[in-house]
């Protein structure tokens, strides 16, 4: 829709149109002016050859017609013929025609309603803006406004003339013709702005006249074709004529009856004024000051919505109307700050609005400063590459709205500039571009949005607001109704738009290229089996007859429905299509009939060929419409005829759009389609992002064309400059028009001196200019004199409103607005010369981020790189006046080497600053669009060596940081090439297009040719593809080619060689050459197997290396890299480097040991203890590694007193290595094993050494990996011996070491290693309860009872598996394996048979806590007789042991109670089945607890509790914690800690909403042992060693950094909760002993 523009109303005429001269008056006037002079003798009249002969003729200016003899007629000059007409035929839009003309009349404007226009048009003062195109009539619809009456400003003439005549009293009377003709005649010349001069001639069209007298009217055979063509135009009849006038395209904003609403949310009533919506003051004001009577569609059905904060999603043509749509109310509803208030303190934006290029993000910025009042909303946008400081500052200053695009604010919140922590509505502008082009980072986007708004909803107290997220789009795509069901929860989606309402329906369409015989024959077989109704559309009567004939041939009933609207027969037969009774299934109609029914209830339909438009074919579908709505399966049948292949393209457009696949024969029709539209634009220019980018569009352009024909764009035209097609040129940048696009002059081509200007510029300053008057139209080349007096050809472009002309100076490529008085006419001859400015586009680059257009910033950014200076440029392509550039240098001659340095090339400055990235299909493209006028391959002229040695560089890797890299090739780890992770997109972009080109381009003509040193192209052996190679040597016929981009060598035969062409060595060589620092080889030459063990560590992976130092390169490459190299892959990174010191085949550089140099008896024992090591590894007889063994073993034992000296040095790298190696025999492997036990046993540095060089896990491998029990008894011990150190526990359980242990645990038949094992998993589960979780995963209950129930186990292994057991009977599903396992019976038996007192007191604990909160269990004990058992058991051991009749009376006790609580459960209520624990029995909270030097935390874990002031109470006291909650689902938790040691109540706190209670210690440094002063171990109370962080020296600045500690997520599901009332004899055990010795005190 255009802005509102100033009009004249020229004339009414008889007809009722209004002829209307929109924004163009002061051209008329001074186009009335010449036409006075240049008429002023008009000449012989044209004779009619018949007399008296008359013609209507139309004054094509003023909009009247008049009757004249043809002696009237004067033929004017040709120049007069060329401006299109100054009057445009309209009609007010949303007018009906009843208001205003009186048809049973004269058929002209009643009385009243001339009347009433006069008064509302007064005062002259008429805007215009063009709504529209009635397409049959060939009439503009207009809305007119006026501000006539200044109390009530502009108002809409069209809604106001309604108005008045809508309330009035229609007339009776009726005025003669002539008389209304009279009046209407009065009335405009009553409100036009000035009459036409006085007997001013007037051109004129004919409106009817024989085709022989419009040939006297012509001037005979005039020279230009041109001429002839625009001077046809003139003489053609109105309605034509007006369409060539009308540059307003048809109007595309829907109706309501094109908005369809989905969702359970509708809106009940659209909006229908701006009053209804509560915008503020200002925006209302801003809306009223534009003009804005309405909303549209789209605005009225979301508004509402948006302002409920609803999801919503809305699919609308462009320019309808979105972008005030989704702003307008956001904009309100920021304004009210109170809404926001519970949100966080942060900067983070309220709005985010993401588009997906920087014009659209432009422009929806220019919007928000529109609709803001002294910005009152702070706006931030964010496009393009720019790093402007101003735009991060505002970010971090806070902002309400910010306008992005994706990959900006990625980087924002990469860099922490802004945060999502604020965010309350998200809007995806252009929603189908960004899904389409921009689907990871929306991905990323999304998903950075839940973590912020999840981090919202734990920071705020209260309940946050939600985030709102709006899509709107211009299509119904897959990628959008992905998006929509993956971001949004019930969204309102609005469909402005039949066509896409149809796509959301899934509408099946189906195409039938072939005979409308064969395709109804092919779909007439399911007619009636599958649809109801069935509806066939034809474009004509004739077509729909004979489709009718068909279908009664085929046996179908079918009615056919030709008539006008008021047959009655018609009306009959859509009564009987409506009825639901009704036996007419299939009906025939034309498409006007069909037009006139607004048929709705058809289920299938048959298109007997294509319409001329999609909208056409849209409103049919729209016959389906209620079968659609309610989810039947619909289908539509396309038949497409050879008349209507033209239209193919669009067909195939249309069947994407619906999601279907489109075969290859219609694929390669629909292109001949477009090559034949393309024909048709002949005179049209070329698409400029087709040239700049090679950007095709699928269904073309209007007003461009996409193909190149030779006659027209070849670049040696005569009367053009006559440009190279390849070769080296010097250019002049004249003027950059963006980064792509610059204006330059052909200095030089090849060394040859181009022709230039000189002369020209002597004859332009010459010239006498002539003061007449001439044409001033568009494409005319004449000459404009400056204010400098300088005189420049120019090409006129355009006619401005204002007066002024748009003109470009084809000399200097610039273009600039002049005044008409400074044009002058040019003679011919300097007409005739070539244009000096030729345009250069710079091939291989586009904008970044997808975007379709450069920034600004980048065009600037050129401007002040190259405009003004001279350059050299490699042409790789030339068309008409155009070159097009794969480099742009400018050379720098450094006199001292005698070299030309070409580093200051554009392309790569520009990729390096961020503003462009490659694009390498670019100039493929052109190619192949330029056909014959492309160079052949051979042809393209290689730069000389000396001008261009600098473009071959090679990649660096950056110093003192890391970087990414991905390893290539491998000769040994002291010679291997990496590459760069982040140019392995250009790379592989490159080889595609050089496998493509390799074997079509020409063989080197002889071997001599390929010289020593030069690149080429060469073929790689295992794949076939061409890479880039440099040729290192000649053998024979053969060639050793090194692959520049992969660091490897190959020989190859001259056809496997191809030369290379100089843009492909714009990019920089891909491979580095490295080598691993700190080691060397254990011989004297690095073996293969340490290449191939490197290899196999570092394929296929994305490695990140350190720089250490840098030597010179003794191959191809310039430097070699010592680097450090790092797998971070995995949860540890790993050492690449060690891993090789680990597999034995390096060792730390300049520390390798000989051990048969060293003196044992001299040496110091830790280097021997090396030496050995390095010895075993080296052995090549078993005898000789048995008998190094030995005396490592020995040597190791009678050192154990000075063990943490092998932390010193290397020694603990040569023994590791020595465990890991896998071709030790297991003879060996055993000593070893001894010897470093002996090593870690009661060595905490050692074992933490171990630790933190990720070693732990070889141990554990090796107790998987062999059968050997005294090698697994071994490993285990080593293992026991880090149980203690931090992060053990955690590290065993996500690296799988756990797992192995269950795993080993299940199949081992050794008593000493089930013991270990039993140990090791007894130790683990009472660290942390996700270890039991793990072992419960892994079936240890199963494994434990089965090494107890077997007779021959020792009493001390069943004892430990009873303890363990007993531990893992805090897990409620390990207690539901116990029994599920036999238990119960295996257990029972212990207590029959075992007369050890420690394993029955075990055994008793573990029944204890198998039944708590299990009644199942219970149950089954209860059934397995334990009563009599205890029974027997307090007579047969009461008298050994005292505390065995307390166990057995506290256990039966505990049975008793759950024997009440089950047969109470089963008389009472449902609601108190659920729980064995009666109403008033409290419970104690699963709680954890951990310190530090000055305080002791405590956090409840219990889901179930309810926390908050009101909802439960805490007390401190000097030596006492106490908690009780509010009772939830008939429980009360309770905790009364009598504490280790005394608090300080008034320090004391809650934090983190009631769950967290730090007690403030009163003897601060001091370490608690435990938390309760009892050392009975409660299984509710555990220690949180992740959180645990005392130790002996902690000073005061812990306390400082306590708060920053987190609390990691626990598995809540897996706590139990014990009964408080329960005996605490059930609890302890023979481990509260051991806290005397001190060996492990912090098990609470």
Not at 557 to 574: G, K, T
Not at 719 to 739: C, F, N, R
Request: charged share 25%; aromatic share 8%.
């Amino acid at each position: 829709m255009e802005e509102p523009r100033d009009v004249v109303v020229a004339n009414i005429d008889s007809d009722g149109y209004l002829w209307l001269r929109i924004g163009n008056e002061g051209e008329f006037r001074r186009f009335q002016k010449r036409l006075a002079l240049l008429c002023s003798q008009p000449g012989n009249p044209i004779v009619s050859p018949i007399r008296k002969q008359t013609f209507r003729l139309l004054y094509v200016d003023f909009g009247d017609s008049e009757v004249l003899p043809l002696n009237c007629l004067y033929p004017g000059p040709l120049a007069l013929m060329q401006p299109l007409p100054f009057a445009k035929k309209c009609w007010l839009h949303g007018v009906d025609r009843s208001l205003l003309i009186d048809e049973s009349s004269c058929g002209g404007w009643t009385e009243e309603a001339m009347a009433c226009f006069e008064s509302l048009t007064r005062a002259g003062n008429l805007t215009a803006k063009m709504m529209g195109l009635l397409e049959r009539r060939n009439v503009n619809l207009v809305s007119l406004y006026s501000s006539s009456s200044p109390s009530d400003g502009i108002f809409c003439v069209n809604e106001e003339l309604v108005k008045r005549l809508s309330v009035s009293e229609s007339r009776e009377i009726k005025l003669p013709r002539a008389e209304v003709r009279q009046k209407q005649q009065r009335l405009v010349t009553g409100i036009m702005e000035s009459p036409p001069l006085k007997g001013a001639p007037r051109l004129a069209a004919a409106l009817s006249l024989p085709s022989k007298q419009r040939q006297q009217l012509q001037p005979k055979q005039p020279a230009d074709p041109d001429v002839r063509r625009k001077l046809s135009t003139v003489l053609e009849a109105i309605p034509s004529q007006t369409s060539r006038v009308t540059e307003v395209k048809p109007n595309q904003i829907p109706t309501d009856d094109d908005v369809f609403v989905f969702g359970a949310d509708k809106p009940t009533v659209p909006i229908r004024s701006i009053a209804e919506m509560p915008f503020s003051p200002y925006i209302c004001q801003r809306l009223k000051a534009l003009h804005f009577r309405k909303p549209t569609p789209v605005q009225a059905y979301t508004w509402r919505p948006i302002f409920r904060g609803a999801n919503l999603v809305a699919v609308s043509p462009s320019n309808s109307g979105k972008t005030l749509a989704y702003l307008l109310p956001l904009l309100t509803a920021i304004s009210n700050q109170k809404s926001y208030e519970a949100l966080p303190l942060a900067t983070g934006p309220l709005v985010i609005i993401l588009s997906p290029y920087w014009e659209t993000a432009l422009f929806t910025y220019s919007q928000v400063q529109c609709f803001s009042a002294q910005k009152q909303f702070e706006t931030v946008l964010l496009y393009g590459s720019t790093e402007d400081e101003s735009d991060w500052l505002s970010l971090l200053r806070g902002c309400d709205v910010l306008v992005s695009t994706p990959h900006c604010l990625l980087k924002a919140l990469k860099h922490n500039y802004t945060n999502l922590m604020r965010i309350c509505h998200l809007v995806f502008d252009d929603a189908d571009v960004l899904t389409e082009k921009f689907t990871l980072q929306i991905r990323e986007v999304l998903h950075e949005l839940g973590n912020a708004i999840e981090q919202r909803h734990r920071t705020v107290k209260e309940p946050a607001l939600s985030c709102q997220r709006l899509l709107f789009s211009s299509t119904w795509t897959p990628a959008v109704e992905s998006l929509v069901n993956a971001c949004l929860s019930k969204p309102l989606i609005v469909m402005a738009s039949k066509f896409y309402a149809a796509i959301y329906w899934k509408i099946k369409q189906v195409v039938h290229c072939a005979s409308v015989e064969e395709s109804l024959c092919a779909i007439a077989e399911n007619l009636l089996h599958e649809h109801e109704r069935f509806l066939v559309v034809t474009c004509s009567e004739a077509q729909a007859k004979r489709v009718e004939v068909i279908l009664k041939q085929l046996g179908v009933s079918v009615a056919c429905a030709v008539q006008d609207a008021a047959d009655p027969l018609l009306r009959q037969l859509m009564r009987e299509w409506t009825s639901t009774s009704s036996r007419l299934k299939i009906l025939v109609v034309r498409e006007v009939t069909f037009q006139l029914l607004q048929i709705s209830n058809a289920s299938a339909m048959i298109h007997v060929d294509f319409p001329t438009t999609r909208r056409i074919y849209t409103q049919r579908m729209m016959a389906m419409k209620d079968a659609a709505s309610t989810g039947k399966p619909c289908v539509s049948h396309l038949i497409l005829t050879e008349e209507s292949y033209a239209r193919l393209p669009l067909v195939v457009e249309m069947l994407r759009a619906f999601g279907h696949s489109v075969d290859e024969e219609l694929k390669q029709r629909a292109k001949e389609a477009i090559k034949s539209a393309e024909r048709t634009k002949r005179s049209l220019p070329i698409s400029k992002p087709l040239l700049a980018f090679g950007h095709f569009k699928y269904l073309g352009l209007p007003d461009y064309r996409q193909a190149v024909w030779p006659d027209l764009d070849s670049p040696s035209l005569p009367g053009e400059m006559q440009l190279p097609s390849s070769g080296l040129a010097t250019l002049k940048i004249l003027h950059v028009e963006d980064a792509s696009c610059f204006w330059a002059r052909l200095l030089d081509f090849e060394g040859r001196p181009f022709p230039w200007e000189t002369q020209l510029n002597l004859d332009l300053q010459n010239l006498q200019f002539d003061p007449s008057l001439f044409d001033c139209e568009e494409g005319v080349v004449c000459a404009w004199k400056s204010e400098e007096n300088a005189c420049y050809r120019v090409e006129i472009k355009k006619l401005t409103e204002k007066g002024e002309i748009k003109c470009f100076l084809i000399d200097h490529g610039s273009t600039k607005l002049v005044d008409s008085s400074d044009l002058f006419q040019l003679p011919a001859e300097l007409r005739r010369q070539p244009r000096l400015a030729v345009r250069v586009f710079l091939c291989g680059i586009q904008p970044t981020n997808y975007d379709k257009a450069w920034t600004p910033e980048a065009t600037e950014f050129c401007r002040s790189v190259a405009e003004g200076q001279e350059m050299k440029g490699n042409v790789a392509l030339a068309l008409k006046n155009t070159l097009f550039l794969t480099s742009l240098a400018q050379p720098c001659k450094l006199e001292a080497i005698n070299v030309t340095d070409f580093s200051r090339n554009v392309k790569r400055i520009l990729i390096k600053e961020g503003f462009a990235e490659s694009n390498p299909k670019h100039l493929r493209i052109l190619r192949s669009l330029a056909g014959s006028l492309a160079p052949q391959e051979d042809e393209t002229v290689a730069r000389k060596d000396d001008e261009w040695k600098g473009e071959v560089e090679s990649v660096s890797l950056p110093e003192k940081t890391y970087v990414d890299v991905f390893v290539c090739e491998v000769e040994t780890p002291q010679k291997f090439h990496v590459q760069l992770i982040d140019n392995l997109k250009n790379l592989n972009t490159l080889v595609k297009e050089l496998s493509r080109v390799g074997d079509a381009s020409r063989l080197p003509d002889d071997a001599d040719d390929i010289r020593i040193g030069s690149y080429c192209l060469a073929r790689f052996a295992d794949d076939g593809l061409w890479y880039r190679a440099r040729v290192q040597k000649r053998e024979g016929l053969k060639f050793h080619v090194y692959y520049i981009d992969y660091g490897d060598t190959s020989l190859v035969g001259r056809k496997r060689i191809r030369p290379i062409k100089p843009e492909w060595l714009e990019l920089p060589i891909q491979a580095v050459e490295c080598s691993l620092s700190g080691i060397e080889s254990t011989g004297v030459d690095w073996s293969l197997d340490a290449g191939d063990l490197l290899w196999n560590v570092s394929r296929d992976k994305t490695l990140v290396a350190e720089v250490k130092e840098v030597h010179a390169s003794d191959s191809m490459g310039a430097f070699r890299y010592e680097i450090d190299l790092y797998d971070t892959s995995g949860d540890a990174t790993i050492n690449i480097s060690q891993q090789l010191i680990d597999a034995g085949f390096a060792v730390p550089a300049q520390r390798a040991l000989n051990a048969d140099s060293e003196d044992s008896d001299n040496a110091h024992w830790s280097r021997r203890l090396s030496a050995l090591c390095l010895a075993i590894l080296k052995a090549k007889t078993l005898d000789e590694q048995m008998k190094l063994a030995e005396e490592f073993r020995s040597l190791a034992f009678d050192n154990m007193k000075n063990k943490d000296e092998m932390q010193q040095g290397d020694g603990l790298t040569y023994l590791l290595s020595l465990v890991k190696a896998t071709c030790l025999p297991e003879k060996v492997l055993k000593h070893v094993l001894y010897g470093v036990a002996s090593l870690l046993f009661n060595s905490k540095g050692n074992c933490e050494a171990v630790y933190k060089r990720g070693d732990l896990q070889s141990f554990l491998n090796v107790t998987s990996s062999t059968s050997s029990s005294p090698i697994q008894f071994c490993c285990l011990c080593i293992v026991q011996c880090f149980l203690d150190i931090r992060g053990v526990s955690d590290s065993l359980r996500e690296d799988g070491g756990l797992k192995n242990l269950c795993a080993l645990l299940s199949r081992s038949d050794n008593p000493k290693v089930q013991r270990r094992l039993c140990i090791i998993l007894n130790k683990l589960c009472s660290i942390s309860i996700r270890n039991i979780f793990v072992v419960f995963a892994e079936q240890g209950v199963k494994s434990i009872l089965r090494i107890i129930s077997l007779t021959e186990t020792e009493d001390d292994v069943k004892e430990e598996a009873a303890s363990t057991l007993k531990i893992l009977m805090n897990h409620p599903r390990c207690r539901d394996s116990f029994r599920a396992y036999g238990g119960i019976p295996v257990l029972s038996s212990l207590l029959e048979t075992s007369s050890k007192v420690e394993l029955v007191v075990t055994v008793l604990q573990t029944f204890a806590f198998a039944i708590t909160e299990n009644s199942l269990t219970l149950k089954a004990l209860i059934r397995s007789g334990i009563d009599e058992r205890l029974t027997r058991l307090s007579k047969r051991l009461g008298p050994v042991a005292n505390e065995i009749p307390v166990l057995c009376s506290d256990l039966h006790k505990q049975i008793t109670e759950g024997r009440a609580a089950l047969e109470k459960s089963r008389s009472a209520p449902s609601a108190l089945k659920t729980s064995l624990i009666s109403p008033q029995e409290t419970l104690s909270p699963s709680v954890q607890w951990w310190q530090t030097s000055s305080a002791v935390f405590i956090k409840v874990l219990q889901r179930d509790v309810h926390f908050g002031r009101k909802k439960m109470e805490f007390g401190f006291s000097d030596n006492n914690f106490s908690f009780e909650a509010c009772v939830v689902h008939n429980k009360k938790f309770i905790l009364d800690l009598d504490l280790y040691s005394a608090i300080v109540p008034e320090v004391s706190r809650a934090e983190r909403g009631g769950c967290l209670f730090e007690l403030a210690k009163e003897k601060k440094g001091e370490a608690w042992p435990r938390l309760l002063k009892s050392k009975a171990k409660m299984p509710y109370i555990q220690v949180n060693y992740d959180q645990l962080s005392y130790d002996s020296d902690i000073d005061d600045t812990e306390e400082e950094n306590k708060t920053s500690q987190g609390i990691r997520k626990e598995d809540y599901d897996s706590v139990q909760i014990i009964p408080a009332g329960m005996p605490k004899s059930y609890y302890s055990s023979d481990e509260s002993e051991s806290d005397s010795d001190g060996s492990n005190t912090d098990t609470d």
